[in-house]
């Protein structure tokens, strides 16, 4: 399938020997829903430098060392929780935290204790229809488990 693009922005780079260039897609189909921004640089020195980016609602030149950088850190992070869990499950921690969970006396008692320690972010009907017993809680956390319950309440 081809894709329809409509130019939305078009100026020059920061070095001034090329342009910025931002366009709307949409598929070349009557029965898509989708649409995106596709940003470039068409600059041979500057496309080396920099990328255009969408954050929120703008598009921001980000340099290509921070890109990078974030990625270094963001992989980094995977594995410190990796090694987090690891460690906890080690010492008992989520088998404990598991009991603790079943120990308490109702449905509401969990979700107090889990709303106050910002563990949970949705009304306590939602938490009490989506509840699957506090194992399968724990274990979408600790990646043992498929997540249990939508987003919503996670």
Same mark, same amino acid.
């Given at each position: ?83 987090? *869990? %690891? ?6 921690? $989520?088998?404990?935290?598991? #009991?603790? /969970? ?26 009490? *229809? %989506? ?6 809680? $724990?274990?979408?956390?600790? #990646?043992? /488990? ?9």
């Amino acid at each position: 399938m081809r894709t329809d693009r409509s130019p939305i922005f078009s100026g020059s780079c920061e070095c001034g020997a090329g342009a910025e260039e931002i366009e709307f897609c949409t598929p070349d189909h009557g029965w898509s829903s989708s649409s995106w921004y596709e940003a470039s640089v068409r600059c041979p020195t500057c496309s080396k430098k920099y990328e255009l980016r969408c954050f929120g609602k703008g598009f921001y030149r980000v340099l290509i060392t921070e890109i990078a950088a974030k990625e270094v850190k963001k992989k980094q992070a995977y594995e410190d929780e990796k090694t987090l *869990k %690891n460690k906890a499950k080690e010492k008992g921690v $989520v088998q404990a935290f598991i #009991g603790l /969970l079943n120990d308490q006396p109702s449905g509401a008692a969990r979700y107090r204790m889990l709303s106050n320690a910002g563990l949970v972010h949705c009304s306590l009907a939602t938490f009490r *229809k %989506n509840w699957s017993g506090a194992q399968s809680w $724990v274990g979408q956390y600790s #990646g043992d /488990l498929q997540p249990s319950c939508p987003n919503s309440c996670v």
